[in-house]
């Protein structure tokens, strides 16, 4: 609460320019306010909170709410009635003013807290530890009579009083950061930076500040970027700062996502103009890529699948236009209309929904057709049978489209008995009789054998696959065509030309859907997170980092017996800021990854992600047929 300067002018004048809040402390303490009482200081800056705490914000990330605060004389989060350690953010002797934080000694003693500010902290006595000023005993109540000992903590005398200001919020955050409390400051990726600094310089038992840090982070939701571009841009600082590479590329996703919106953070004025520079140029991009995907979904591949990409006869490409106009009437009777109306917003013909809507569509269907025992290996394909040839014609559309092949490119093909054909002996018999109902005989039965080849050709066993509404509208379609007869296309090369263009568009799909590999949380957004070719981050373009690179490139001959003493341990190497590295590790079951047989995604910590590392062998498309989980 602000104090009024005295006026020099009239006492009268003075009375009037003081505020409800000085008069009340006036009372409390029974004492006037002299001018030297106000003679500012570098730690007493703290004493009038106006002067420095303009725009300090309490960000508090579990509930997405930040609020102006305006604490540091006395911070009721860091106040605990039953604390026995009082912190005062000043040197012994050097101000009347009572401590700015009771804390339980417990908690801070377990952090080491008291060797790395150098400090043991004093008994008091149980009257000492509740004396404070008067005003202080009526705002916070009588706490209760217990042996409380002090810190005193000043700010370095070579500091400004906006550093020193800066220094307290720090020291304040320190604390708030072991005893699970939101940190407060002008910005909250540079109040983060500062807190892992002070860690670092705080010659703690614990050498890896950065996990608990980014424990800490997690733990109070600055790690949760999904639809808060206040946490993204933040922790965007925070890991450029530090060359953080994995938790910056996860920031940096869905801050392009969210490209349009950064704007409106007071976070984005402390990007870096690279970095902005680099989040425009990904997100047009990927709009880009994003409108061309639109197009082609809306035709259901007609352009990229046309008589110049795909060689079919005329019964095949008739059975091929059959079954767009199938897939045309299932989607116009989910949405009302195909294809859908352009987003205004991004330009884009298809929202992130729908995009993901079909993706799970196709990859159940996909499920529900493959061979699971085929591979991409040209070693291990299996001989020709004559006909279409499916994986020549799907590895060209992966080649021209720069996609990574599916793990299974082949469908399971129905076998129809030779002797249930109309033409075999047993068909010819029962035709000799002449009779109407022989014939009719006939090709029931031929019917039902193209059904039943047809319906063994599929993976139905799996429960999962078969709730999907397109799913069952496929088994009715295969199920209609076979019962027609009206194309001349044989039930093999028919279910060829079907998965053809299921296995285009499922790679179309997973291409507008799969986020990169450190991104953690994919589900639930509003925006695109498939951002390919982002690039280096900015600390491994400059001039200087490429000089190190061309630097470790270069051969260094050591002598023998340095390798030697490497070899035995015996070299001390220096200590370091932990990297947030990506080593191999156990493989991790990420949302990103699109797996068929774990729709529901899973969220790996930040620090999970530090200690095992981002497993890079992961395939885009999981088809592992030990796998259950759902």
Same mark, same amino acid.
């Given at each position: 609460m602000p104090e009024s300067r005295r006026s020099t002018r009239s006492s009268g004048a003075a009375r009037s320019s003081s505020t409800a809040a000085d008069d009340y402390f006036r009372q409390a303490r029974g004492l006037e306010l002299h001018p030297a009482s106000r003679r500012p200081s570098i730690d007493g800056m703290i004493d009038k909170p106006g002067r420095h705490a303009g725009g300090v914000k309490r960000w508090d990330g579990n509930r997405r709410m930040t609020t102006e605060w305006d604490c540091l004389r006395r911070d009721p989060e860091l106040w605990f009635p039953d604390g026995d350690c009082l912190i005062h953010l000043y040197a012994r002797g050097q101000s009347r003013r009572g401590p700015s934080f009771r804390l339980p000694l417990a908690q801070l003693a377990s952090s080491q807290v008291f060797v790395a500010y150098g400090s043991r902290p004093d008994v008091r006595s149980p009257q000492s530890a509740e004396s404070g000023s008067s005003s202080d005993r009526i705002y916070f109540g009588n706490p209760p009579t217990v042996q409380a000992r002090e810190l005193y903590i000043p700010a370095p005398a070579r500091l400004s009083p906006g550093g020193a200001f800066r220094y307290h919020l720090t020291t304040r955050n320190v604390f708030a950061s072991i005893l699970g409390r939101p940190v407060v400051g002008t910005h909250l990726g540079q109040a983060l930076i500062d807190l892992l600094e002070r860690m670092n310089t705080l010659n703690l038992t614990e050498d890896d500040h950065l996990r608990d840090i980014l424990v800490y982070m997690e733990d109070e939701g600055y790690g949760e970027f999904r639809e808060c571009p206040d946490h993204a841009l933040a922790v965007l600082i925070f890991a450029?700062?530090?060359?953080?590479?994995?938790? /910056?590329?996860?920031?940096?996703?869905?801050?392009?996502?969210?490209?349009?919106?950064?704007?409106?953070?007071? =976070?984005?004025?402390?990007?870096?103009?690279?970095?902005?520079?680099?989040?425009?140029?990904?997100?047009?991009?990927?709009?880009?890529? #994003? =409108?061309?995907?639109?197009?082609?979904?809306?035709?259901?591949?007609?352009?990229?699948? &046309?008589?110049?990409?795909?060689?079919?006869?005329?019964?095949?490409?008739?059975?091929?236009?059959?079954? *767009? &106009?199938?897939?045309?009437?299932?989607?116009?009777?989910?949405?009302?209309? /195909?294809?859908?109306?352009?987003?205004?917003?991004?330009?884009?013909?298809?929202?992130? &929904?729908?995009?993901?809507?079909?993706?799970?569509?196709? *990859?159940?269907?996909?499920?529900?057709?493959?061979?699971? =025992?085929?591979?991409?290996?040209?070693?291990?394909?299996?001989? $020709?049978?004559?006909?279409?040839?499916?994986?020549?014609?799907?590895?060209?559309?992966?080649?021209?489209?720069?996609?990574?092949?599916?793990?299974?490119?082949?469908?399971?093909?129905?076998?129809?008995?030779?002797?249930?054909?109309?033409?075999?002996?047993? &068909?010819?018999?029962?035709?000799?009789?002449?009779?109407?109902?022989?014939?009719?005989?006939?090709?029931?039965?031929?019917?039902?054998? $193209?059904?039943?080849?047809?319906?063994?050709?599929?993976?139905?066993?799996?429960?999962?696959? !078969?709730?999907?509404?397109?799913? *069952?509208?496929? !088994? /009715?379609? =295969?199920?209609?065509?076979? #019962?027609?007869?009206?194309?001349?296309?044989?039930?093999?090369?028919?279910?060829?030309? *079907? /998965?053809?263009?299921?296995?285009?568009?499922?790679? %179309?799909?997973?291409? %507008?859907n799969k986020a990169p590999i450190e991104v953690r949380d994919t589900g639930g957004v509003s925006y695109p997170l498939c951002f390919q070719n982002i690039g280096k981050p900015p600390w491994k373009t400059s001039s200087r980092a490429q000089a190190s690179e061309e630097r470790e490139d270069e051969i260094e001959i050591m002598p023998d017996a340095y390798y030697l003493t490497i070899r035995s341990g015996s070299t001390k190497s220096p200590k370091v800021t932990p990297k947030y590295t990506a080593s191999p590790a156990p493989t991790l079951n990420m949302s990103h990854n699109l797996s068929v047989r774990s729709p529901q995604p899973l969220r790996a910590s930040s620090s999970a992600l530090l200690e095992h590392g981002h497993d890079k062998a992961l395939s885009l498309i999981e088809i592992d047929s030990d796998s259950n989980s759902s």
């Open positions: 450029e700062h530090f060359e953080l590479q994995g938790l /910056w590329t996860d920031a940096f996703v869905h801050c392009a996502g969210m490209n349009n919106r950064l704007t409106e953070s007071g =976070e984005f004025e402390a990007v870096s103009r690279v970095t902005k520079a680099l989040m425009m140029r990904t997100r047009l991009e990927t709009d880009l890529r #994003l =409108e061309h995907a639109g197009r082609s979904l809306s035709t259901f591949l007609e352009d990229d699948l &046309s008589a110049a990409y795909l060689g079919l006869g005329n019964g095949p490409r008739v059975h091929l236009d059959r079954f *767009r &106009s199938f897939l045309h009437s299932f989607y116009v009777g989910r949405y009302g209309y /195909w294809p859908p109306p352009i987003n205004n917003a991004s330009n884009v013909a298809f929202s992130q &929904s729908a995009f993901r809507s079909m993706y799970f569509d196709f *990859r159940s269907l996909y499920q529900y057709l493959v061979d699971t =025992e085929s591979t991409t290996s040209l070693q291990d394909q299996k001989p $020709a049978d004559g006909g279409l040839c499916v994986f020549q014609n799907v590895t060209a559309f992966d080649r021209r489209h720069g996609y990574a092949s599916l793990p299974h490119p082949h469908p399971l093909v129905p076998e129809c008995a030779k002797d249930l054909t109309p033409r075999s002996a047993a &068909s010819l018999d029962v035709l000799k009789i002449g009779a109407p109902f022989g014939r009719r005989k006939a090709r029931k039965a031929k019917r039902i054998a $193209a059904i039943a080849a047809l319906s063994a050709a599929t993976n139905s066993e799996d429960v999962t696959v !078969m709730d999907c509404p397109l799913v *069952r509208e496929y !088994m /009715w379609f =295969e199920k209609a065509f076979t #019962l027609e007869e009206k194309e001349k296309v044989s039930l093999a090369e028919a279910r060829k030309v *079907r /998965w053809i263009l299921i296995y285009t568009i499922l790679q %179309v799909l997973v291409s %507008v």
